[in-house]
Each structure stands twice: as structure tokens, then as C-alpha cells.
């Protein structure tokens, strides 16, 4: 059975530097052709995908955020971490990790709702 | 603004076929696959389609994605009231070397 979880605080304050963790069973991230994607979406609004981690450690970001991205895995710990610097409301979402692979591996998380205000 | 263009909005009666477009580029629908999601309130989005018109097991054969160039869609035949929900359309576009996904269609079952 395949489960990622999000992690992380519900509430930052602006200017903050956000980290979620995404903790997942059921798959490994050393298994070729394997990645994992976060994907967020403000509230009524569309989904928008932030960054991917692949198996082989290659990286990809949002060109509108990537200045502001950092994507890590830990393979042993089954995790991928997600930093966002300088957190402002408009990045108020549910941030959702998602786990990728052939075919119709498709595995989203519940997602977890990050709002940013002081 | 989003890289895919969907309609904001789509509905139909019960029985009805219904068809959401995503109209895309070169970079992205022209060269890569299409993936569709349905989004109920609240909840995860849902694979429904992936590789432009395969659909994962369990998903019912009501419905169906095809793509033509730099455009595609999803039709849903024989419409329910559970089919109520957002529909994203998803491709890798190789110019940004990143995913990107259509604006959402909300469909409403009358």
C-alpha cells in the first residue's frame, strides 16, 4: 500500500523560510523511474506544481520559484524535504507531495494547509 | 495564469456526454503526454487519465482522454452526480522543464 504524508507548521509568518516534509511508504525513491513532486494549491484556486526529485537525485523547479526552492530526498528515511524561503501570504496553499512512476503510479498525499500571516 | 487553457466551467444533465478541453503548445501537449485529475471538494486530486488516453485500473470506462496536436480532452459519458467535481489537465513541458497544469474545470451535473 502506497501513503505519503505532509508535514510541517500550519502557520508562518512573512519573510519566514518554510520546510515540509513529505514521508511516504509503499515505494522507494531508489527504484528507477521513480520521483517525487510537490504540487500546491491556494484556497479556490488551481493546482500549481512547485518542484520534482527524481530517483536519481536530478532536481527541477518552477521557473517562477525557483530562486525561492530547495528540494532534498533522504532515500533511507523514505522522505523528501521541501524548503521555501521568504514566505509571503500570497503563498497561503495546500501544499501537496506526490509520488510518480511508469505507468499509472500516481500517489498524492492528503496535502496540508500552510497559511502565511503575522 | 496557467500554461494549459481549460474552461472554467462545463455542466450537463444526467446520461449526458460531456467534453473538457486543454489547449496547450509544442512544449508541453505537442510533445509530452496528457494526464487528467478530478479534484472532489476537499480531497486530493484523483488520476484519471494518464499517457493522453489510458485509464487506470478502476477508473470507469465513462471516461476517456484523446489528444490531437497541441490540444486535448476528457469526455465523461453516461454523467453522474458524483462526476461533479474539478478537472485538471496535467504534461511536462520541455521548454520550462516542468510540470504544469491547466486552470481546473469545475463540472456541475444539473
Not at chain 1, 37 to 58: F, N, T, V, Y
Not at chain 2, 38 to 61: F, H, M
Not at chain 2, 90 to 109: E, M, N, P, R, Y
Amino acid at each position: 500500500q502506497v501513503t505519503l504524508r505532509e508535514s510541517g507548521p500550519a502557520l508562518v509568518k512573512p519573510t519566514q523560510t518554510l520546510t515540509l516534509t513529505c514521508t511516504f511508504s509503499g515505494f522507494s525513491l531508489s527504484t528507477s523511474g521513480m520521483c517525487v513532486s510537490w504540487i500546491r494549491q491556494p484556497p479556490g484556486k488551481a493546482l500549481e506544481w512547485l518542484a520534482r526529485i527524481d530517483w536519481d537525485d536530478d532536481k527541477y523547479y518552477s521557473t517562477s520559484l525557483k530562486t525561492r526552492l530547495t528540494i532534498s530526498k533522504d532515500t533511507s528515511k523514505n522522505q523528501v524535504v521541501l524548503t521555501m524561503t521568504n514566505m509571503d501570504p500570497v503563498d497561503t496553499a495546500t501544499y501537496y507531495c506526490a509520488g510518480f512512476g511508469p505507468y499509472y503510479f500516481d500517489y498524492w498525499g492528503q496535502g496540508t494547509l500552510v497559511t502565511v500571516s503575522s | 495564469q496557467s500554461v494549459l487553457t481549460q474552461p472554467p466551467s462545463a455542466s450537463g444533465t444526467p446520461g449526458q456526454r460531456v467534453t473538457i478541453s486543454c489547449s496547450g503548445s509544442s512544449s508541453n501537449i505537442g510533445s509530452n503526454y496528457v494526464y487528467w485529475y478530478q479534484q472532489l471538494p476537499g480531497t486530493a486530486p484523483k488520476l484519471l487519465i494518464y499517457r493522453n488516453n489510458q485509464r487506470p485500473s478502476g477508473v470507469p470506462d465513462r471516461f476517456s482522454g484523446s489528444k490531437s496536436g497541441t490540444s486535448a480532452s476528457l469526455a465523461i459519458s453516461g454523467l453522474r452526480s458524483e462526476d461533479e467535481a474539478d478537472y485538471y489537465c496535467a504534461a511536462w513541458d520541455d521548454s520550462l522543464s516542468g510540470q504544469v497544469f491547466g486552470g481546473g474545470t469545475k463540472l456541475t451535473v444539473l
